[in-house]
């Protein structure tokens, strides 16, 4: 965690650039609640913050992105000039401290897809669901691109007892999974608008209900 990756993802928090184009065009209306459970750094969840949400909570396993993501808290509330409506606790996806329908959005990019289990593919996702009232995203690797097929195979992680290899999404499963969430409205798009073989990374979303909507006012 050395100033290099602060200093990127301090952009990311204040400007919203890179790969979540999509979901930072959602902008929290006013009084919205948003959770961004496995946050890793926070940047995604603090660019909420910054784009108006009332509360915005980070969740992460790892002690080390809690307080990291409590540095880039910090340092992008000291560049705005005010203070953010920003929580950061150190917990699990799996046992979220909330109960059912209590934010307006939640999201997470890269949790899901590194179980190959069911009960924690599919778990990590309805536990997302259970305490939205609104939207869940869910960010992960895309099974149709190539290059995200030969990382998974190479590529090795050792993050909070993850399984070391990460099993990509497919379009079609990706969208199964939310809709077993419970969610309606359920759309999948690669990220950026790429073709789906160029895409490292699938997009997919949903709502609780037909008649919520994010934006807006």
């Given at each position: 965690?050395?100033?290099?990756n602060l200093?990127?993802?301090?952009?990311?928090?204040?400007?919203?650039l890179?790969?979540?184009?999509?979901?930072?065009?959602?902008?929290?209306?006013?009084?919205?609640?948003?959770?961004?459970?496995g946050?890793?750094?926070?940047?995604?969840?603090?660019?909420?913050?910054?784009?108006?949400?009332?509360?915005?909570?980070?969740?992460?396993?790892?002690?080390?992105?809690?307080?990291?993501?409590?540095?880039?808290?910090?340092a992008?509330?000291?560049?705005?000039g005010?203070?953010?409506?920003?929580?950061?606790?150190e917990?699990?996806?799996?046992?979220?401290?909330?109960?059912d329908?209590?934010?307006?959005?939640?999201?997470n990019?890269?949790?899901?897809?590194?179980?190959p289990?069911?009960?924690?593919?599919?778990?990590?996702?309805?536990?997302?669901?259970?305490?939205?009232?609104?939207?869940?995203?869910?960010?992960?690797?895309?099974?149709?691109?190539?290059?995200?097929?030969?990382m998974?195979e190479?590529?090795?992680?050792?993050?909070?007892?993850?399984?070391?290899?990460?099993k990509?999404?497919?379009?079609?499963?990706?969208?199964?999974?939310?809709?077993?969430?419970?969610?309606?409205k359920?759309?999948?798009?690669?990220?950026?608008?790429?073709?789906?073989?160029?895409?490292?990374?699938?997009?997919?979303?949903?709502?609780?209900?037909?008649?919520?909507?994010?934006?807006?006012?």
């Open positions: 965690m050395d100033l290099d200093y990127k993802d301090l952009g990311f928090a204040l400007h919203g890179w790969l979540h184009e999509f979901l930072f065009a959602l902008r929290p209306p006013e009084g919205a609640t948003v959770l961004e459970p946050c890793g750094s926070g940047k995604m969840g603090i660019h909420y913050a910054l784009r108006g949400a009332k509360e915005t909570v980070l969740i992460d396993i790892d002690p080390s992105m809690v307080e990291y993501a409590t540095r880039l808290s910090k992008t509330a000291a560049l705005a005010r203070k953010l409506g920003i929580a950061i606790l917990g699990s996806i799996f046992h979220l401290p909330y109960a329908n209590t934010f307006d959005l939640v999201f990019e890269g949790i899901p897809h590194h179980w289990d069911e009960e924690r593919r599919q778990g990590s996702i309805d536990a997302m669901a259970r305490v939205s009232r609104g939207w869940v995203c869910v960010i992960g690797s895309n099974a149709l691109c190539p290059e995200t097929m030969k998974a190479s590529v090795s992680h050792t993050y909070a007892g993850m399984p070391p290899k990460q990509p999404f497919t379009p079609e499963e990706l969208s199964e999974r939310l809709k077993k969430a419970g969610l309606v359920v759309e999948v798009v690669p990220a950026l608008g790429s073709s789906w073989t160029e895409s490292t990374l699938i997009v997919g979303w949903g709502r609780k209900n037909e008649s919520y909507f994010l934006t807006g006012t």
